[in-house]
């Protein structure tokens, strides 16, 4: 989990060279490293163990010392660094006067002292990730082998990269994992079932959640949220 301790911040009154601020002399503040952090977990996680993890990192950490205002735009920095857009992270980060000594959002301040530590997992995934694939696999066969079960449903899936909606038909027996595979043979645009977070009425929609309990009708939106694919630059750090 991560924490945060205040402490006094080092003065900056010393004489520092032209065009150089106080802050980067002392080292107190770097801007954000680019590219893909990568890092391997002690044991591999599926994709909704992380989510899981970080919902739980984001939930409990502003009670520990420091302001949520700070917490909230660390929230929207990593986001931003976990999609690659590291101008925005920037932006978010001199927005809210967060300094950064080592260029990373595993260690950083706000102007008051308070220090802010992120766990690797909000940054980015593991590189070990591995899919619920078994489990999905013995999903899509019950489907198969009894189908037709269940009641259609004509849905719209609202696709987070290109916003536009894609209609596809379900059944009300069907898990949201086996119907993730179907989206994106339904459509080029969508990547594979592991890069996609289904969400309905606010809620993360869970692979093995049926249709009939999600409550949706005919005509009804589900919203696709489109992650990028992990990249295999670099090499991996041991977490």
Do not use: F
């Given at each position: 989990?991560?924490?945060?301790?205040?402490?006094?911040?080092?003065?900056?009154?010393?004489?520092?060279?032209?065009?150089?601020?106080?802050?980067?002399?002392?080292?107190?503040?770097?801007?954000?490293?680019?590219g893909k952090l990568r890092w391997k977990s002690d044991v591999p996680w599926t994709e909704g163990q992380l989510r899981s993890k970080r919902d739980e990192f984001w939930d409990t950490a502003p009670a520990f010392e420091g302001r949520k205002?700070?917490?909230?735009?660390?929230?929207?920095?990593?986001?931003?660094?976990e999609n690659e857009d590291?101008?925005?992270?920037?932006?978010?980060?001199?927005?809210?006067?967060?300094?950064?000594?080592?260029?990373?959002?595993t260690d950083c301040y706000d102007e008051l002292g308070n220090r802010y530590q992120l766990p690797l997992y909000v940054l980015s995934a593991p590189i070990n990730l591995v899919e619920e694939a078994s489990q999905d696999d013995g999903l899509e066969t019950e489907v198969i082998d009894d189908s037709?079960?269940?009641?259609?449903?004509p849905l719209k899936f609202r696709i987070s990269t290109s916003c536009k909606d894609v209609k596809l038909t379900v059944r009300s027996s069907?898990?949201?994992?086996?119907?993730?595979?179907?989206?994106?043979?339904a459509d080029s645009s969508?990547?594979?079932?592991?890069?996609?977070?289904?969400f309905f009425g606010g809620k993360l929609l869970s692979d093995k959640l049926k249709f009939e309990d999600i409550g949706v009708q005919r005509g009804f939106v589900i919203q696709v949220i489109?992650?990028?694919?992990?990249?295999?630059?670099?090499?991996?750090?041991?977490?």
């Open positions: 989990m991560g924490n945060c301790v205040g402490r006094p911040r080092p003065s900056t009154s010393h004489t520092t060279a032209p065009g150089t601020s106080s802050q980067d002399s002392a080292g107190r503040n770097q801007p954000l490293k680019r205002e700070i917490w909230d735009a660390l929230k929207a920095a990593a986001s931003a660094i590291y101008d925005l992270a920037q932006a978010i980060t001199d927005g809210a006067n967060i300094t950064c000594p080592q260029g990373s959002l037709p079960k269940g009641v259609e449903i069907e898990a949201v994992g086996v119907v993730k595979r179907r989206l994106s043979k969508v990547p594979e079932a592991s890069l996609q977070r289904w489109v992650q990028p694919a992990p990249s295999n630059d670099s090499q991996p750090v041991k977490k």
